[in-house]
């Protein structure tokens, strides 16, 4: 397991040296969306609309900030979970989206949606969202502001923690770490 500093939108092979386990602290532009927000994404791509963001290469936290205090870039902003977006996460790793942040395990689909688009699957800590917020240096709503804290966010995040789960090889955290237990 491994430290690795990453800079987000993604290129192919930075995604694919990353492992289950790794520590992964992203740099660059990440954008926010929970399940609210990925149904209506959904939505636009069966009307044949664009989506709000370039999806290639990209990453999305599924997280809805509390609001934002005086002096503060954003409020809290601690994962949800991530089973919520199993129905439209394979949809949109088919179109490029290389990074999912969240927190929870996945289903079998989206393992192997990973391991066909090259993507991956990382969790964040649960419970620091406070911390987790102080990595967000920039942020800016960019679609359906109408949904709130679920709205599209455009984040620009500095060395943004989190831990890869599942990656492009179909290799599953949760479960390596149940068999390990196990034994």
């Not at 290639?56 to 809290?76: D, F, L, Q, W």
Request: proline share 6%; glycine share 10%; with cysteine.
């Amino acid at each position: 397991m491994a430290e690795i500093r990453i800079t987000a939108p993604f290129e192919a092979e930075d995604i694919a040296k990353l492992n289950i386990g790794d520590t992964v602290l992203i740099s660059g532009v990440i954008y926010t969306g929970r399940d609210a927000a990925h149904k209506r994404m959904v939505e636009a791509l069966d009307r044949g609309e664009e989506l709000p963001f370039p999806v290639e290469g990209s990453a999305i936290y599924y997280a809805g900030p509390s609001p934002t205090k005086p002096g503060n870039v954003i409020g809290s902003i601690g994962p949800t979970t991530s089973y919520r977006m199993d129905p439209y996460a394979p949809r949109l790793l088919d179109l490029g989206m290389k990074m999912m942040i969240g927190k929870g395990k996945r289903d079998a689909g989206v393992i192997e949606s990973c391991r066909k688009n090259g993507a991956v699957y990382c969790a964040a800590v649960g419970g620091a969202a406070a911390l987790l917020a102080k990595q967000v240096k920039a942020v800016e709503i960019i679609a359906y502001d109408d949904l709130g804290p679920e709205a599209i966010r455009r984040l620009e995040v500095e060395e943004f923690p989190c831990i890869v789960v599942n990656d492009v090889r179909g290799n599953d955290l949760y479960a390596e770490g149940r068999k390990q237990y196990a034994k």
